[in-house]
């Protein structure tokens, strides 16, 4: 009974680890950035505040993958619009743009597939 006990502590002690580092491994945004362009896979003239009916891109370098799709949601007061965009290698660019119809604070938010957040920007239209 005592070396079943200690074989399952010795086992638990061993994967514990393990399970840690597969969390801490898992889909990530390691760079998020907020422009009006994006051009040879890099976002151009990062900004923070946009005009009125002007694009705005949410440029990403996901690591992790790949995974199921991330969402980008787009939001403004009670507006909301998601946008599913696909993670197809361990290091991957992408992007998510939207017109801004309304003036005001806007949110972009990033989630994995089981709704965590992953990254989240706020910026101002005029």
């Known amino acids: 009974m005592r070396h079943v006990l ?17 969390q801490e ?11 009006k362009g994006v051009q040879d896979r890099e976002i151009t ?3 923070s505040s946009f ?3 002007e694009k705005a891109y949410l ?3 996901v690591t992790g993958g790949p995974s199921d799709p991330i969402q980008v949601t787009w939001k403004t007061g009670d507006h909301t619009d998601s946008v599913p965009l696909k993670v197809g290698s361990t290091s991957w660019r992408t992007w998510s743009s939207k017109t801004l119809w ?4 806007w949110t972009v938010t990033v989630t994995d597939a089981g ?8 910026f101002t239209v005029q």
């Open 25 to 35: 491994e898992g889909l990530k945004v390691a760079e998020a950035k907020l422009g």
């Open 6 to 22: 200690s074989w399952f502590t010795a086992a638990a002690l061993l994967l514990a680890p393990l399970a840690a580092l597969s």
């Open 51 to 53: 005009a009125l009916n």
């Open 59 to 61: 440029w990403l370098r």
């Open 115 to 122: 709704g965590h957040v992953l990254q989240e920007v706020n």
């Open 102 to 105: 309304m003036a005001g604070d």
């Open 45 to 47: 003239e990062e900004a």
